[in-house]
């Protein structure tokens, strides 16, 4: 991987470059960058020498990344090299690609539903930039030859010499290989996949990463199918000059942790074990070099009638050069992050306290019975002086099933919750999405069940016709910003809103649009 500067001069509005930036479409589907100026007119910004971007070269995502814009490039080549990423330098306007011997069309993601991380990780000093992106391969003749999984790490701390590439782990999504017309579809003895668990970009520059590997073959092990795996989690330690070390978590002590934990006052009757192979969290600490991670298990109760999910909760500080294992030490416990199948619903963090929405078994030893429940989790982990604070239940619902299409968000001081339309459909009606927010400040597990949250002020209600495609928060403050669908409109017309500190959402004012003009002449 290849970062190389590419000319670029964009007049008067460098500096305004930022939030003002958007994309305009071109027939291909590319998009071009187009600079505005404080007067609300516009500049198109070419990225070719020619001046003018041809249909098809462009853009297909834009990312925030600190001092830099991220973007996905298409059709965009520099000395031999495709652009397949560009950053973009928000000051001086200076493009630098991102080059690859092979074109690719990356896919950014957001967090997963089931993976607790988000795909783009940003260090606290916006020094360093993680990536885990899908990227669709090609070759020469722009045949699909694979679809790959990376995890990238960029140090962005040099603004001069630009963004500084470095590939941690990659490996071809076993979807493609998988499927009919890969070349590997049946073929056993060529399969291989690879699988990207989690990752933790740490502020220090360094990196935890988990991943599997595991490869498909005829004959040896008895002739059996059963693949060839290898689970790993490593600790990426750079050096200044961009070279790393990779030093493997020791499971053994893990394991030790975990059993002792298991077979501590009050985890009586355990009958399941927690592994190094299931890390669902990572945390970060105040102190850049320290971080935290969960390792779930199970917890029997009354006899094994009962059981409990539970996560161990150990600490880790950078390792030496010269260290041959990444050592743990117990930190504490709690019931977030605790799904002992490696998977769990995406936590969330209101002022350094973290809340978890889970729907699980719970026992109950006083009555000897065990019901599913649906509780969101609060634990304040305490980690900028080292004092953890016990978990907290809010049961939300008396069954497992509550969830069904609601979403969770945050932000500086508050939750919200999306709720999609639950009522009767009939023709000819159109409802949308409800968003209510929660004060954390009003939460009572005192009260009954299923007002246990207090009662939340409604922003928006189903019968304002929309349904909400995304929101972005931040944790400096509480505002949000809303993208939705008019569920009445017959085309489906994309609005934005914003949600103010008060709860108030405006929309932005809509912009009447028509379809694009058709010229016939005589040939």
Do not use: H
């Not at 291909?28 to 249909?55: E, F, H, M, R």
């Not at 782990?169 to 003895?189: H, I, R």
């Amino acid at each position: 991987m290849q970062t190389a500067g590419i000319k670029g001069l964009f007049q008067n509005l460098l500096a305004r470059l930022v939030t003002p930036a958007y994309a305009a479409t071109c027939t291909t589907d590319a998009y071009k960058l187009v600079g505005v100026n404080a007067d609300g007119t516009s500049t198109p910004i070419s990225v070719t020498a020619g001046g003018v971007d041809q249909c098809g070269v462009g853009f297909r995502g834009m990312f925030d990344a600190g001092n830099y814009i991220l973007l996905t490039g298409d059709s965009i080549y520099k000395d031999d090299l495709t652009c397949n990423l560009v950053f973009l330098n928000k000051t001086s306007g200076e493009l630098f690609c991102v080059g690859e011997t092979s074109p690719a069309k990356y896919d950014i993601l957001g967090q997963s539903s089931w993976k607790n991380y988000p795909r783009l990780q940003l260090s606290a000093d916006k020094n360093y930039l993680f990536l885990e992106a899908a990227a669709v391969i090609f070759d020469s003749n722009n045949q699909i030859t694979g679809k790959k999984t990376k995890l990238m790490r960029f140090n962005l701390s040099d603004l001069d010499k630009g963004p500084q590439g470095t590939v941690l782990v990659e490996g071809f999504q076993n979807s493609w290989l998988n499927t009919a017309g890969s070349g590997f579809a049946g073929d056993v003895t060529q399969f291989e996949g690879f699988d990207l668990n989690n990752y933790a970009g740490l502020d220090n520059g360094d990196a935890m990463v988990m991943y599997n590997r595991y490869v498909y073959s005829v004959g040896g092990m008895a002739g059996s199918m059963t693949p060839l795996s290898r689970q790993n989690n490593f600790y990426y330690r750079f050096e200044p000059d961009g070279t790393y070390k990779r030093i493997e978590v020791d499971s053994t002590s893990v394991a030790n942790l975990v059993t002792a934990e298991m077979n501590s006052t009050g985890n009586g009757g355990s009958y399941g074990t927690g592994a190094i192979g299931q890390i669902p969290c990572y945390f970060k600490s105040p102190d850049k070099d320290k971080f935290y991670f969960a390792i779930p298990f199970t917890s029997g109760y009354g006899g094994g009638v009962g059981f409990v999910n539970r996560s161990l909760i150990v600490s880790a500080t950078r390792p030496s050069a010269s260290a041959a294992t990444l050592l743990v030490s117990r930190y504490t416990t709690s019931a977030i992050c605790a799904n002992t199948w490696g998977s769990t619903t995406p936590f969330q963090v209101i002022n350094g306290v973290y809340y978890n929405i889970d729907s699980s078994w719970v026992w109950n030893p006083t009555t000897n019975t065990s019901a599913q429940k649906t509780t969101l989790i609060k634990k304040d982990f305490g980690f900028a002086t080292e004092t953890p604070q016990a978990d907290v239940f809010y049961t939300i619902d008396a069954s497992n099933n509550w969830m069904g299409g609601r979403t969770f968000y945050v932000s500086k001081d508050y939750l919200y919750l999306k709720t999609p339309f639950t009522g009767p459909w009939s023709m000819g009606v159109t409802p949308g999405d409800g968003l209510q927010r929660f004060d954390p400040a009003t939460f009572d597990n005192t009260r009954p069940v299923g007002s246990q949250l207090g009662t939340p002020m409604d922003i928006m209600t189903s019968s304002e016709n929309v349904s909400i495609q995304s929101i972005a928060s931040t944790s400096s403050d509480n505002i949000l910003k809303v993208v939705g669908r008019r569920t009445d409109d017959a085309d489906l017309v994309k609005v934005y809103g914003t949600v103010d500190d008060a709860g108030l959402l405006s929309w932005a004012a809509q912009k009447s649009t028509t379809y694009s003009p058709v010229t016939i002449v005589k040939l």
